[in-house]
């Protein structure tokens, strides 16, 4: 046995150009993409949809495996939307066992270079790249995600959106040099002044995941905490742990191969009846957490954490209709992103702003009700065929999903009423297809809240300036994390600007072709605003990762 | 008369050379000030201390005037601790009136390009370094620092570290691409996506000034919000108006000569009876406060406003004395640590901690009591000279000091009683020599808080792992905003590394020479390390800016 002198630097060697790769993107903000998104068996191999299934399967029905203390009792609280049983169990934390095996294993990691740490979480990612098939399974029954979602959000996105946190962070830590000769002129000498600075971290992170997005909106936080020296404690949503979970594993193996403590990333798995995140994030030892999910959960956190609180909660998307050259291209990509995992997704948009008087589309005047038979129609269109229908729409994650549904279902307005779907390949899968209401632009608490899922509101307002002003107003007293305005006239795409500055969102305009708003670009897109009320953070920008850390300064005078 | 089409740009033309400058100096850590500190008449001028005399005693006296809503009133709520009348009135705000107008200049600042707000924070940089004469007057009569404490600290450190916090702001900004076009690989076609990013600020930035350094403390946030585009209400200490009154009227001058609504930046002025700290915090409108006093308010600010909050607060200092090579350079220099502005800074040492069995130094052993003596005799020499004391000393600020060392010196191990000291150019002055007491390591509840001012304890404790312990532990748990080690022994010193990264405390080891602790420069020492509990920010990190403003990005399919 040889002792490694240096745990963590051949591993970054390894990976670096990975990482400067992706510095390089973060500065350019121009395409890039580090883990092949195409789930291609000549990317992946003859063999990974396979392999990915039968390593997935391998895992239903056992105890889940972590090298970390536990109470001795385990847990299965998943069930998979798609309808077939998971029943993984998982080892129930001993919460105060696991914040003392963090803060041990914490003495080794942030002892590490900055290096060694970035070297062992790109190795990790690496890993569980090549997992990426098995992950899609095990979003994919968790969220309920399409497995071709489940694979690239779930897989080689979530790995982008990691390695650009990493690529952040690492940027800021190589900001600060390591030690500096300061000398300030002085009679008859010089002042001569050695000074370090070190890299230290806050203490435990917390990362909080959400239920919809399990790898993809924890990963930024807990890779950019974990390189900058934290140790990191996962609260998994009790519906979808295993994506996180295998997470821990991979990054737990690593951690070991590297020589350090594997407690440097643990899980703490909880039940809906004896929840975790309260307690985890009251406790004096955590110092960053990372928080995706409700609101009011998110503002509790905000309000009465300690620590450093990251969050992403919820916001009501809007679209202002004004006017389009493409209504057929218009229509084909809104129904898209309505229907696209059930509007599952923070970024689905809700409410779509129509003047009563109608739109100008292709150049003649189209009445209101027109357009929204035209949203309706293309909608159908997209869900016509049962494979496809199922391929977009995925399952849904929760009951209360599923109730809110109902729900709406029976209000008035609707216009084309949420479905059952039967997904060829799982007949016990729960499918909606998306509801379309429409409603008056006074009928604000019918549409002026989140209706999480396959819900959307065609408002009718009295023209596109009334439109804009609500769009306004609703970003700023709910949130909104996406923006999408359709207009032919300059005037009114510079008033959109104005709703994108004042309501501190991210704006598309005129999405007709392959783009939909729903999407959002590891290394060139900004993630949430952090600016209104749907999140007090951006991923990935520099105020995400630059307080992670602290700098410690020696100063030792010079002969 | 002609428009400027882009106002403040040809400010920043003009500048731009001192922001590469500090932008250099920031990544290089190394040795540099864009502000002289030398008081010198070759420097500022034959006759610029006659002339900052002159104008500062001019607006004794008098009501001073800012273009800003007011209620009318004014009111005058300083005293000099030099004993001189001042009897400055001001404008008492009406808040309401004052976050309208911040809001609506707010309008045109956020719109302009940051390089313009830069030239226009750049401008007014200069505009002070050439008041910095009267700016040393002010901060002398407010805080009560000696008069070139108070034109070096109050004038160029204040204003470096004005440069620096913008020179972060500047690179945070600069980081973000205006436009790129996206192309992601695609068939037949790439996706073609034009990208806008755009710089947008938080909202209004409250900056809460303190009674010692009125300007050094509240230029980095407040300098920083305005770059990045906020409207910045500076809401000075009732005790230390003037130096934030000057700082408002030139920026507000500067403002006007650009083009720009001067209510960009505002003052709002306080009373004890009738205190704003709070009532502004907790305006929805203002989302960043930046503050500096006490642990009480600023813990009461980190738990209650809304806003991001950057903390300065108090902390309790340490010197772990453990032997030396210098015995008399040592004492030479804890002697003016402890006396310099008596005490009244935040980096001051306050515990010194010494084994019961003495010291090494000078490579024999110094007992216990002779290493009390070599001290007391250090502080007698160094203010034997009363001219050279009243330099050295300055004023005390505050009654509440003032009372506080009349209870210590009535208290048990007092060594060296504070005496009260004539200053030879002002009878009036207020002026109190250092106190120094021996108490013993478990006397905790006398030395393990904040006892502010000319107070010093030496800690008596068992050998210097206790030392070591006892400072690690006070550092955690009130926070540290300075360290110094004395050793000999290279053991000792990495075992005070180990003091530095737990108690997250700047470190300076075997200080004899010319440095003091008490110093922290810009663009290379990192101030407070926003990681224990004397602050939750640092003066300048990339934390400290990189929150300040949001990013909203657009995006446009590109045909």
Redesign the interface.
Known sequence: MTTTLAPGADLFDRHRETLENARAAI?????YSAYPESASPKVYGETAHADGKAAFEARLGKPFALQQPSSGETVATERSPYGIALDVRYPVADIDALIAAAQRAMEGW?AASYDARTGVALEALKRLNAMSFEMANAVMHTSGQAYLMGFQAGGPHAQDRALEAIAYAYD?MA???ER???????KPEP?R?E?T??V?P?GIALTIGCSTFPTWNAYPGLFASLVTGNAVIVKPHPLAVLPLAITVEVLQSVLRDAGFDPCVVTLAVDTPERPLAKVLAQRPEVAIVDYTGSTAFGDWLEQNAGALVYTEKAGVNSVVIDSTADLTGMMRNLAMSISLYSGQMCTTPQNLFVPAGGITANGEKLPFDEVVGALVKAVDGLLGDPARAAGVLGAIATDATLRRVEEENAKPGVVRRSEAVQNPDFPNARVRSPLIAVVDANDRERYDREAFGPIAFVVRTADTDESLRLATDESKRKGAITAIVHSTDPAVLEKA?RW??DG????????????LVNQS?AF???HV???NPSGNA?LT???FV??RF????????VA
Chains 1, 2 share one sequence.
Do not use: C, F, M
């Open positions: 500065r350019s903000r121009a395409y942030a800021e900001r600060v040099p500096v000769l300061w000398e300030k002129p002085g002042l002044i000074k600075y070190r230290v806050r600007q994108a500055r501190k969102v991210n704006l598309a305009a005129n999405l007709t072709g392959g783009l670009a060139s897109d900004y605003s952090g600016g951006s920008d520099a105020a630059a307080n602290r700098i410690i300064e020696t100063r030792t005078p």
